[in-house]
C-alpha cells in the first residue's frame, strides 16, 4: 500500500479515465481468441469487463475463480480478458496461453484474447496510464467506461452498472478526486523516501494527516498510515485506532484481511490487540466472496494467538481444502499445510 502511493505519482495525467469512450477493441484474428465466441466491437446497450492479466501474474491466476463467478453472475456482461503483458520469445506467447487456458477449463468461464502486439495494451492501459495487472475495465451499455481497477474489486460497481443503478458522475468524481491526491502525492513521495533514509516519519504522519483532512473517507490514506504506523513508525497504538476507524468503512476484504495480519503479526507482541485483529479477520471473511484460503489462514493465526486452538485447527483445515479445489498456486498451498500441520503437531504435544 505505501509502495503503491509512492508509484502513483510516477505516472503522468491518464486520457482514458472514467467517464471516457472506451477505445476500440484490437483486430484480433481467429487465431488470437484464445477461448470464448469472438468479439469484433464493443456494441451499443451491451456491457463489458474488459480485463488486462498474464499467465505469470500470481494476482491475475489468484483472480480467475472471482472473474469465473462473477461472469455466471452477470452473464449479460461480456467479460473479455485480455493478454496483453505475456513474456517468453513472442513466437510461443500464444501457444504458452493456449495451453494455459485449456488446462483451466471451465474455471476460466469467460473469453479470452492474445493482444500480441499490445494494440490494447496501449490504448487502454498505457492510456489510463495503468501499470499493473490485473485490471479491470468496466464498459457500460452506452459505450463509456464506468468504472477502472482491479478485479477483485469491482464487484460492487458491476453489479450496479448491470442493474442501471450506477452513478457515473459519483464516479468521475472520484475519479477526479484520485486525481489530485496523486498530484498531492508527489511532495509525499520525496518525504517518504527522505523519512526512509532517516527513519523519522514525523514529517510523513503529518502531510497524511494533512491529505486525510481534505479527504477524510479515502481508505487508501488511511490504510497507508495504519501500515506506517505499525511498521517504519513504531507506534503500535496509534495504528490500532486508525485501524479501529478503518472498520467503521466500506472495505473489501484483502484491506480487511491486511489489517488483520498487520496486527497480528507484525507488530510487537506486547502491543498487540487480538480483539481488534479478530474483528477484521472475520470481517474479512464475511465480505469475501468467494472464500479465500489466505484469509482463512489470517483468521485461523488469529484463534491460534487468541488460544483458541480448536477454531484454528478447524478454520486452517479449511483454508487447506479450500486451497485444494481452487486454483492456489502449489508454493502458495504448501504453505497453508505446513501451518496447519504445525498446529496439529503443537496441539498434540500439549495433549
Known amino acids: ?16 479515465t472514467v467517464g471516457s469512450k472506451a477505445p476500440p477493441l484490437a483486430p484480433f484474428t481467429a487465431d488470437a481468441w484464445v477461448k470464448g465466441e469472438p468479439v469484433k466491437e464493443l456494441q451499443a446497450g451491451n456491457a463489458y469487463v474488459v480485463e488486462f492479466w498474464a499467465t505469470w501474474c500470481g494476482p491475475c491466476i489468484k483472480g480467475i475463480p472471482h472473474l469465473t463467478a462473477m461472469q455466471k453472475e452477470f452473464p449479460a456482461v461480456q467479460f473479455i480478458s485480455v493478454a496483453a503483458s505475456e513474456s517468453g520469445p513472442k513466437e510461443k506467447q500464444l501457444d504458452t496461453l493456449k495451453t494455459f487456458v485449456a488446462d483451466k477449463g471451465d474455471a476460466m468461464g469467460y473469453r479470452v484474447a492474445y493482444d500480441g502486439d499490445r494494440v490494447m ?12 495487472i490485473p485490471c479491470a475495465f468496466i464498459v457500460g451499455k452506452d459505450g463509456v467506461i464506468q468504472w477502472i481497477g482491479h478485479p477483485m474489486e469491482m464487484d460492487k460497481p458491476l453489479a450496479a452498472v448491470a442493474a442501471g443503478t450506477w ?4 464516479a468521475k468524481e472520484a475519479a477526479t478526486a484520485q486525481a489530485k491526491l496523486e498530484e498531492a502525492s508527489k511532495s509525499f513521495s520525496k518525504l ?8 523519522d516519519y514525523t514529517i510523513v ?7 486525510i483532512k481534505s479527504d477524510p473517507t479515502n481508505t487508501q490514506l488511511l490504510m497507508t498510515k495504519f501500515q506506517i504506523l505499525a511498521g517504519p513508525a513504531k507506534q503500535p497504538q496509534e495504528a ?4 479501529k476507524q478503518l472498520l467503521t468503512m466500506d472495505l473489501e476484504a484483502e484491506e480487511l484481511n491486511q489489517l488483520a495480519w498487520v496486527s497480528a503479526t507484525e507488530m510487537p507482541e506486547k502491543s498487540r490487540d487480538l480483539d ?8 474479512a471473511v464475511s465480505v469475501s466472496k468467494p472464500a479465500e484460503p489466505a484469509i482463512l489462514d489470517t483468521l485461523a493465526r488469529v484463534y491460534w494467538d487468541r488460544g483458541d486452538k ?14 485444494m479445489k481452487d486454483d492456489t498456486d502449489a508454493e502458495t498451498l504448501g504453505e497453508l499445510k505446513e501451518t496447519l500441520e504445525k498446529y496439529k503437531a503443537t496441539q498434540g504435544a500439549k495433549n
Open 310 to 323: 480448536a477454531k484454528a485447527l478447524a478454520t486452517q483445515q479449511q483454508a487447506v481444502d479450500l486451497g
Open 240 to 243: 490500532i485506532t486508525v485501524g
Open 192 to 199: 517518504m523516501r527522505s523519512a526512509q533514509k532517516s527513519n
Open 1 to 16: 500500500m505505501i509502495t503503491t502511493l509512492i508509484a502513483l505519482v510516477l505516472a503522468a495525467p491518464a486520457t482514458l
Open 276 to 283: 481488534f485483529s479478530l474483528a477484521a479477520a472475520q470481517k
Open 167 to 170: 452513478d457515473l458522475s459519483k
Open 121 to 132: 495494451g496501449k490504448s487502454w492501459m498505457e492510456a489510463a496510464e495503468q501499470g499493473g
Open 205 to 211: 504522519l503529518v502531510k497524511l494527516d494533512e491529505m
